[in-house]
T-cell receptor, first 113, second 111 residues
Framework: GAGVSQTPSNKVTEKGKYVELRCDPI?????LYWYRQSLGQGPEFLIY????????DSGLPNDRFFAVRPEGSVSTLKIQRTERGDSAVYLC???????????FGPGTRLTVT | ELKVEQNPLFLSMQEGKNYTIYCNYS?????LYWYRQDPGKSLESLFV?????AVKQEGRLMASLDTKARLSTLHITAAVHDLSATYFC???????????FGTGTRLTIIP
């Protein structure tokens, strides 16, 4: 079956611009996660959704970052006033819920110039 | 705060040799994962370890978990070039959904 998909695969934007990154989870998965991976580092947790609600957003670095999942399926990560330090690969994962394995998408490589 | 440490960070080894990657973590965990990542690619799940003493093997890779020591190992037997990649361990703390990843071990197998 289809895995987690993310669009776009690459995004280049100028400092100060707004970007949206999209994640389509595996069909039927109720939980969705966003992680950020900087060059040479392991992924770092950003936010986790169970259904439509954000169950844990403790990893969002500041209020420029926001994520939604209005219908409990597709999620969008939104970054306002981008900074060069936001450049990273943004990974999305989904699972069948608490205690189940997370499956990762291919990621979106964001470059802020 | 949960800390996950891997060592070594870089490993260059010859084909046919055996080696072990170590993953230490600082707090009680429900489960531990090992992932493989090729350059420019996403994470591929290798193993999920659920309990103390768990051991799983797939091909030339074997992973184990000691929850009392808060240690997991990934053992590579008779390495081949195809195993060149970065390997991450990730810990899922008890009662928590988010994964905390180690820094990764970049493995290079030399013919």
């Amino acid at each position: 079956g289809a895995g987690v998909s993310q669009t776009p695969s690459n995004k280049v934007t100028e400092k100060g611009k707004y970007v949206e990154l999209r994640c389509d989870p595996i069909s039927g998965h109720t939980a969705l996660y966003w992680y950020r991976q900087s060059l040479g580092q392991g992924p770092e947790f950003l936010i986790y959704f169970q259904g439509t609600g954000a169950a844990d957003d403790s990893g969002l670095p500041n209020d420029r970052f926001f994520a939604v999942r209005p219908e409990g399926s597709v999620s969008t990560l939104k970054i306002q006033r981008t900074e060069r330090g936001d450049s990273a690969v943004y990974l999305c994962a989904s699972s069948q819920g608490q205690g189940n394995e997370q499956y990762f998408g291919p990621g979106t490589r964001l470059t802020v110039t | 705060e949960l800390k996950v440490e891997q060592n070594p960070l870089f490993l260059s080894m010859q084909e046919g040799k055996n080696y072990t990657i170590y993953c230490n973590y600082s707090t009680t965990s429900d489960r531990l994962y090992w992932y493989r990542q090729d350059p420019g690619k996403s994470l591929e799940s290798l193993f999920v370890l659920l309990s103390n003493g768990a051991v799983k093997q797939e091909g030339r890779l074997m992973a184990s978990l000691d929850t009392k020591a808060r240690l997991s190992t990934l053992h590579i037997t008779a390495a081949v070039h195809d195993l060149s990649a970065t390997y991450f361990c990730a810990v899922e703390p008890a009662g928590n959904e988010k994964l905390t990843f180690g820094t990764g071990t970049r493995l290079t197998i030399i013919p």
